[in-house]
């Protein structure tokens, strides 16, 4: 092994760095639906969402290996090009997060890794095959997947729960969430974790401290996965709030249907060595649980925004990579010009987001109503909620948090309502 150089060390605690943003970033794919339906109280569904993304780092290495051997060529890569790829990957995850958009860390993460090792060594030395089919293909289809499953499963759930009992079925349905929110959270740490893994390992070949072709070691495993497990302790809140009021109202049927569903996509693509987003997995089949339930709707203008940001993703790092490693490329001051900048960038989005606090303590609070579209109206007129109201649709059982909600907005109504 040969010496471990400053730039080597800077590239692995950058990736380090990436991998708390993605924690973060990615905590609404877990414990959004679970979070917004009152099933589990906000600080304790994310510490349980950390640690089990703390144990799914350790399952396999395949995604790993698909970002460390299979996605760029790694003769043609340095550690200054990884470094690059990487400030394109935070800087975009901030923005999106500052927005309060779910967009793909791991698009962000391969955009960043395939502009640098563009800039740096040429198109050929993307491996377009697998950019195809392992990145893009499964960016379309996890979300139409688990989309379609989650709507099928949501409309099944209320079809055997139509005569259960009210408490056994809160109960249940507690318990389903919490177990479906856990298994995501696992399925995350054993995508999104070995992310991290790869990069820091193709920067340990470039770098000549492993010998190529090689697994991840064990302390890159370890410390991958302690770092995406801080950032998702410390919660997405604003994404989380989008993913759980935005996109739409779910119950907890529709929840416990979502969770499980995104969960089995994930695992699969875990398994199979595609580099799946978990967000794209999520998103779909919140989408799909939204339309599942009878008098469901999905708002449409916040998907289009997500919708908008998914297809920015790959190309905007890609952009940031690339001019990040033409910087890099004027030698040691170059580098030092790129991390000052993605300080300093960091920290803007950081004074940014303190305009408007967005925490465990007001995550459930409802966002502005926007105006009903077209499809969203349309959707309402063919398909009416039962017949007794929303209050009793379907004999929802209702969460303690939910019937806190509901007698707060009533009381809001009564005292505004002019005499």
Request: aromatic share 6%.
């Amino acid at each position: 092994m040969e010496s471990f150089s400053l730039i080597l060390a800077i590239v692995v605690v950058t990736a380090l760095a990436f991998d708390f943003t993605n924690g973060f970033h990615d905590t609404a794919n877990a414990m959004a639906t679970t979070i917004s339906t009152g099933a589990m109280r906000p600080k304790v569904a994310v510490a349980m969402s950390a640690v089990l993304n703390l144990v799914g780092a350790f399952l396999s290495v395949e995604v790993a290996n698909t970002i460390s051997k299979g996605l760029v060529d790694e003769a043609g890569v340095r550690p200054e090009v990884i470094f690059a790829a990487l400030v394109g990957a935070i800087l975009w995850n901030l923005l999106t997060w500052l927005v309060g958009l779910p967009s793909s860390s791991s698009h962000a993460l391969m955009g960043g890794l395939i502009g640098a090792t563009i800039a740096s060594a040429g198109v050929g030395a993307v491996h377009g095959d697998v950019l195809v089919t392992k990145v893009l293909i499964p960016a379309i289809a996890a979300p139409l997947v688990a989309g379609i499953a989650a709507m099928f499963a949501t409309r099944l759930t209320y079809s055997l729960g139509k005569k259960a009992d009210g408490k056994a079925s809160e109960k249940g349905y507690r318990a389903g969430q919490i177990a479906s929110a856990g298994l995501v959270s696992l399925a995350h740490g054993t995508n999104d974790a070995q992310k991290t893994m790869g990069v820091i390992t193709l920067a340990l070949v470039a770098g000549g401290a492993v010998a190529p072709d090689s697994d991840p070691p064990l302390w890159v495993i370890l410390s991958a996965g302690l770092a995406i497990a801080l950032g998702t302790y410390l919660g997405g809140w604003r994404i989380i709030r989008t993913m759980g009021k935005g996109l739409t109202d779910l119950q907890p049927q529709q929840g416990f249907a979502a969770q499980t569903s995104a969960a089995t996509v994930i695992l699969a693509s875990s398994h199979l060595g595609f580099s799946l987003s978990t967000t794209h997995s999520v998103s779909g089949s919140v989408m799909g649980a939204g339309l599942g339930r009878k008098g469901g709707v999905v708002r449409w203008s916040t998907a289009t925004r997500m919708f908008v940001a998914w297809a920015l993703t790959l190309p905007a790092a890609a952009l940031v990579g690339a001019l990040a490693e033409y910087v890099t490329g004027f030698g040691d001051w170059g580098t030092a010009v790129v991390a000052v900048f993605l300080v300093a960038s960091s920290a803007v989005i950081w004074k940014l987001s303190r305009r408007e606090v967005i925490d465990h303590t007001n995550v459930n609070a409802a966002e502005e109503t926007e105006p009903a579209g077209v499809v969203t109206t349309a959707m309402a007129a063919v398909t009416p909620p039962p017949a007794g109201g929303t209050a009793s649709e379907e004999s929802l059982p209702t969460f303690p948090a939910q019937a806190e909600a509901e007698r707060e907005a009533a009381a809001t109504t009564t005292t505004s309502t002019p005499v």
